[in-house]
Nanobody, 114 residues
Framework: VQLQASGGGLVQPGGSLRLSCAAS????????VGWYRQAPGKQREVVAR???????SYADAVKGRFTISRDNAKNTVYLQMNSLKPEDTAVYYC?????????WGNGTQVTVSS
C-alpha cells in the first residue's frame, strides 16, 4: 500500500493549511492513522491520530488548532491546521497500517514564516 501526502507549503503565522493523505488501498477505516512531523535537528513526533472508530487525539502543542478527519470513501485522511505558528514548521508525514505492518507516506513540507 502507498500513502501520498500533499498540501504543504509556505504560510504566514496565523494562517491555515490542510494536509491530505491518500491511500492506494482502503485501509483507513480499519486502522489507526497518524500525522507526524519532523523539524530540522529534532526527532519525529506525533501530531494527531484518529482511530478506526473516529476518535481523535492530539499532541498538546496543537490542541485547539489542528483537526484530523477521515473520508473513508476517498481513502483519505486530512489534517486541518489553523493558527499556524513558526514552531509548526516541519516535514509532515502520515502513517497507517496494512496487514499489521506500518506504512509511511512521503513527507510534505510546511513552513510557517513571515
Amino acid at each position: 500500500v502507498q500513502l501520498q501526502a500533499s498540501g504543504g507549503g509556505l504560510v504566514q503565522p496565523g494562517g491555515s493549511l490542510r494536509l491530505s493523505c491518500a491511500a492506494s488501498r482502503s485501509i483507513f477505516s480499519t486502522n489507526l492513522v497518524g500525522w507526524y512531523r519532523q523539524a530540522p535537528g529534532k526527532q519525529r513526533e506525533v501530531v494527531a491520530r484518529i482511530t478506526p472508530g473516529g476518535g481523535p487525539s492530539y499532541a498538546d502543542a496543537v490542541k485547539g488548532r489542528f483537526t484530523i478527519s477521515r473520508d473513508n470513501a476517498k481513502n483519505t485522511v486530512y489534517l486541518q491546521m489553523n493558527s499556524l505558528k513558526p514552531e509548526d514548521t516541519a516535514v509532515y508525514y502520515c502513517n497507517s497500517y496494512y496487514r499489521g505492518v506500518p506504512h509511511w507516506g512521503n513527507g510534505t513540507q510546511v513552513t510557517v514564516s513571515s
